[in-house]
């Protein structure tokens, strides 16, 4: 079976300014990737590379002609297993790039067989969830206004970054204005132990579903520390990227986050579902900022998860690329007519 295969860098900006506690972007990089077979059937994916993973646009641009030469040599893409542990033994790193070909393969297969790709899973698009929508770290006021327009969208699910000296009142600011939503907030490390605990006490009083990553995922004991003292549930976010990552985290939070770009497929993904379950843990589905190119194959993992964090496209400006239906946030899989991951181009 004869396969060709493309990637393109492409720079996507970002409708507001997107801070977290480690700094702040106002664009998106990421890299397209299709791969078509002789019958004209093409299979798109995406990567959303992250610097803090030691990715950029860059080195998945470096790394592509090697992975894509994997599902040409294999040929066949219904060899999923095949390709995918070719691809980890052709490249150790770059999870973002690997993803990318992973997720363009699972489309053209899902295409071939005329079905979208919850289907082919064997899920039930009725056993879905909705996302949530993330308000950067900024000025209180200006938090306060992306707060009303995610309100005014549609969105009753929302994720608020946190990491400064101003977190209670951020937290605060935004309970007043949007006193109903389900909240959860998310530190990026950037909290100490004993810090993470103290102000952990004071956000409780907020109706806080749950903490993500409190402390440095540098620092496996303190996020013990946290987890035995939080009255609170906390969300292990950059301490989970691979499998392997399960059981280290397992005494140490209530719920485990994953996300394409950091563990490298959509099968090494449902691995670490499987896994997390095993170890009494809850699954959370997160996303960098990204394109539907990617973002659309993580929403076939909804069935299987208790939280999504998918809102990357949503944040852009403007995506090429068209994906799931979430109308009001809400992954509607069912509503998807499109047959694959749904990405299509606009």
């Known amino acids: 079976m004869t396969l060709e295969t493309e990637f393109e860098r492409r720079t996507l900006p970002l409708e507001f300014p997107f801070g977290i506690s480690r700094g702040t972007s106002t664009e998106a990089e990421v890299v397209f990737v299709t791969i078509e077979d002789a019958e004209g059937a093409v299979g798109v994916g995406g990567a959303g590379p992250s610097a803090h993973y030691g990715e950029t646009p860059e080195t998945v641009a470096a790394v592509l002609p090697d992975l894509l030469a994997v599902v040409e040599e294999v040929g066949d893409p219904f060899q999923l297993e095949r390709i995918e542990r070719r691809m980890r033994e052709t490249v150790r790193r770059n999870p973002a790039a690997r993803c990318a070909v992973s997720i363009a393969v699972h489309d053209l297969v899902a295409k071939r067989l005329d079905e979208p790709l919850y289907r082919y899973w064997g899920l039930d698009p009725a056993e879905t969830i909705e996302t949530s929508y993330t308000i950067g770290l900024d000025d209180v006021e200006t938090m306060r206004e992306k707060t009303e327009t995610a309100l005014e969208r549609g969105y009753g699910t929302l994720k608020v970054k946190l990491g400064t000296d101003r977190d209670v009142e951020i937290v605060r600011t935004i309970r007043s204005v949007a006193p109903d939503v389900r909240l959860f907030v998310d530190a990026n490390e950037a909290w100490t132990p004993r810090e993470a605990v103290e102000k952990i006490d004071r ?24 987890y035995e003292r939080s009255p609170l549930p906390i969300a292990a976010d950059e301490s989970c990227i691979t499998l392997e990552d399960i059981p280290r985290i397992a005494d140490r939070c209530d719920i485990a986050n994953l996300k394409l770009m950091k563990c490298g497929g959509l099968r090494e993904a449902k691995r670490m579902i499987h896994a ?71």
């Open 276 to 346: 997390a379950r095993a170890h009494g843990l809850e699954v959370m589905c997160g996303c960098m900022n990204e394109s539907n190119a990617s973002i659309a194959a993580a929403c076939h993992l909804a069935p299987l998860i208790d939280y999504a964090d998918l809102d990357g496209s949503l944040l852009l400006d403007e995506d090429p690329y068209a994906g799931v239906p979430m109308p009001d946030g809400e992954i509607d899989l069912a509503g998807l007519e499109r047959t694959g991951t749904g990405a299509a181009l606009e």
């Open 203 to 226: 956000l409780a009083e907020f109706d806080l579903e749950f903490v993500e990553q409190p402390v440095s995922a540098e620092d496996p004991e303190g996020l013990r520390f946290v």
